[in-house]
């Protein structure tokens, strides 16, 4: 079976190069691969020590963070590696500052993961969330580099769990320990036979937990603002913004909208716009304007989300009408603002449990969608206690970081 999947991944990586032609995405993929191991040699000397992280995308390098964090305080003289398998997380985070080397993990093929990690010569190695690399794993356990797991989670649909999966349960035995995310995924895994796994938590609550420390003050929100009611909308994509749009045009003059999409490509921020009948400002022609008498603003740049929920009296998270689903619920909740958003969230662990709690609002439709923006900005008691409910939330999960740090050595 191992052959199979060696055959599956060298056929992958020949057809890719072929897509990368036609594909901007898959040529950033590709590409990016190429200068991996002339990286890896320069910026890692046969002396120096490391630590390797790997991170699917950007949402798992965020949830990995606060990890790499403490690991970089702990171990201030080694080198932190921090691979990505995804242009997306790749492209985002390739200049941040917290790890000596960011590259792009090259394609899981036994050669590469020899070379990989006979360059990287990491004393400790840690996956974020998921990605099973059956090749990478196998020289881990071989080479006897104590591997760990963050934030994991295990569904019945995963290939452990299937009687033709004994070659990547096999791959499994790479891992010290697995430091998951609730007690259905201890359950599960301990179910094929591993039981060096404790229940942690997400490290996702330390990481927005940890925003409320720093500086989230931006003035042209407080201009924007102007102490109005505030609805933010976060990562917004068209399905969205078909509901939004007749509530905003609808909405009385003295509620206030910011519209940070998550598509701001110059002919979606302009479709966006042209619908609008409020008074409409974008953020790449604030300048040297006064912003307090318009209605509507857009964020048509990126990076500036999870500060601009600070300022939020509700806030509406895209994503939940189409597939996977949901955006981030955590950033807006961590600032105890109430949620709003579609029905598109059972794939996301915490969504569903804010949704038990009552502290997000499911909608289908723009009349429920009235309904319940409305309700939150006439019903102080209600609005107060959905803020109350988001913000207990985050405190009462943080705290997985400090577990995975008393047990890595």
Request: net charge positive.
């Amino acid at each position: 079976m191992l052959f199979l999947y060696n055959l599956v991944v060298s056929i992958a990586g020949f057809f890719l190069k072929i897509v990368a032609f036609f594909s901007p995405k898959i040529k950033l993929f590709v590409d990016g691969r190429k200068d991996v191991f002339t990286i890896l040699k320069q910026q890692i000397k046969p002396t120096d020590k490391t630590i390797w992280f790997h991170s699917a995308s950007l949402g798992e390098y965020e949830q990995g963070l606060p990890v790499i964090e403490k690991i970089k305080e702990k171990y201030p003289q080694h080198k932190i590696i921090v691979t990505f398998f995804s242009p997306s997380g790749y492209e985002v985070r390739k200049n941040n500052t917290v790890a000596d080397v960011t590259i792009y993990l090259p394609l899981d093929t036994k050669r590469n993961a020899q070379k990989f990690l006979k360059l990287a010569h990491p004393e400790l190695a840690f996956f974020i969330k998921y990605e099973f690399w059956l090749n990478y794993l196998k020289e881990l356990e071989t080479n006897k580099i104590p591997t760990y797991l963050i934030s994991g989670i295990f569904r019945n649909n995963q290939m452990f769990f299937k009687w033709y999966g004994g070659f990547y349960r096999k791959a499994l035995k790479a891992f010290t320990y697995f430091f998951v995310q609730n007690e259905s995924s201890k359950e599960k895994i301990e179910s094929i036979g591993f039981h060096n796994v404790i229940v942690s938590g997400d490290t996702r609550f330390d990481r927005v937990n940890a925003i409320l420390e720093r500086d989230n003050t931006l003035d042209f929100i407080e201009n924007f603002k102007n102490n109005a009611p505030t609805i933010i909308i976060g990562s917004s994509w068209p399905k969205d913004e078909a509901l939004l749009i007749e509530y905003i045009n609808q909405a009385p003059e003295n509620v206030k909208f910011i519209i940070a999409p998550h598509n701001i490509k110059t002919d979606q921020i302009a479709s966006l716009t042209s619908q609008i009948t409020k008074s409409t400002v974008l953020f790449s022609e604030k300048e040297n304007k006064d912003l307090s008498p318009y209605n509507v603003f857009i964020i048509d740049t990126v990076g500036l989300l999870t500060k601009i929920y600070s300022y939020g009296t509700i806030a509406y998270v895209g994503g939940g009408f189409g597939n996977p689903g949901i955006h981030n619920i955590l950033e807006p909740a961590t600032f105890g603002i109430p949620i709003v958003m579609g029905p598109n969230y059972s794939n996301f662990a915490e969504a569903v449990q804010l949704v038990a709690l009552e502290g997000c609002i499911v909608i289908s439709n723009h009349n429920e969608l009235k309904q319940n923006l409305d309700r939150l900005l006439n019903d102080a008691k209600f609005l107060e206690e959905k803020s109350r409910i988001c913000k207990s939330f985050i405190q009462d999960n943080k705290g997985a970081t400090n577990t995975i740090m008393n047990i890595v050595s």
